[in-house]
């Protein structure tokens, strides 16, 4: 073994959080992650983000995500199916996804939604797959994580149907427009936010609004393996997003809301904490 497989995060790229950090998507089921999960769990635990919500995008994803939370302490999982692989919904995956959302460790319907972008399902199937998880959260009283690229109205129109039947939501990795923006704060729906901002090829508009997001409906995450923050300091090999680079994303989005990195971790911290239902012991 190398150096390098080792100890793939240069010194550089070493920061630690003045505050304990929630990372609430790291997609750690994701087979980049197979070979060296301890060591990406101890980097975590080192730069202070020790509480990992995993994102689970389809049944098999769900379910080995649950397995995970159940071997290691401050690990969570969501169950749902990612709106990329909505045309595969059908009676018995909502069965399987209604067990699995009895799950102690799991905290969130999702992650489900619409993606216009991309329209790997079509429109249609993306709709009636996303009804029917809200429907779960509904029944399940937890919160929803959901996913929305270039959809913003038409799930403004269906958060707008549901917004009585269900509980907390957050849209995840949030890259819209101030109006999406204000539009979803108007529905008491909480906002997530990765290093896209840190994008300056198409995230900069963010610098300007994410100061209009309250503190108490904000929360942080890598999207990890997905979307390296492109402000580090130091080159990563591999080029893979992990959350020990969390404290990276803190550090711009406080730089753009004008507060401190302590106060913005605090504050996600104790909103993700309360949106997810985390409590001291699990
Ligand atoms: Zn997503």
């Known amino acids: 073994m190398t150096q390098d497989d080792a100890n793939p995060l240069p010194d550089a790229l070493r920061l630690t959080s003045p505050a304990p950090l ?16 301890d060591a990406v769990l101890e980097r975590a635990h080192a730069a202070q983000v020790a509480t990992l919500i995993l994102t689970g995008t389809d049944m098999a994803h769900s379910e080995q995500a649950v397995a995970l939370a159940h071997r290691h302490d401050g690990l969570y999982a969501t169950a749902g199916l990612h709106p990329h692989m ?10 399987a996804m209604r067990a699995l959302h009895n799950d102690p460790k799991v905290v969130a319907v999702g992650e489900c939604g619409l993606d ?13 797959a996303l009804e029917a998880q809200l429907g779960l959260a509904a029944d ?3 919160p929803l994580f959901l996913h929305e690229r270039d959809a913003g109205p038409r799930m403004r129109e269906i958060l707008h149907h549901w917004r009585d039947e269900i509980g907390a ?10 109006e999406t923006l204000h539009g979803y704060l108007d529905l008491d729906v909480h906002i997530g936010l990765t290093g ?12 300007e609004i994410v100061g209009d997001i309250p503190a108490e409906r904000l929360m942080v995450e890598t999207d990890c393996p997905y979307l390296l923050p492109r402000n580090l300091p130091a080159k990563l090999k591999g080029r893979r997003h992990e959350p ?3 404290p990276w994303i803190v550090r711009e989005i406080a730089h753009w809301r004008g507060e401190s990195e302590t106060t913005l971790a605090a504050a996600t911290t104790a909103t993700a904490r309360r949106f997810f239902q985390l409590d001291e012991e699990q």
């Open 196 to 207: 896209w901002l840190c994008d300056e090829r198409r995230g900069h508009h963010l610098r």
């Open 140 to 142: 399940s009283d937890l």
């Open 86 to 95: 909505a045309s595969h919904w059908d009676s018995s995956m909502e069965t």
């Open 244 to 246: 020990a680079l969390l």
């Open 116 to 128: 216009f972008n991309r329209n790997f399902s079509t429109r249609a199937e993306q709709e009636r």
């Open 169 to 178: 939501v957050v849209i995840h990795c949030f890259t819209a427009d101030r």
């Open 22 to 37: 929630v990372d609430i998507g790291a997609n750690l089921t994701h087979e980049s992650f197979a070979k060296d999960l």
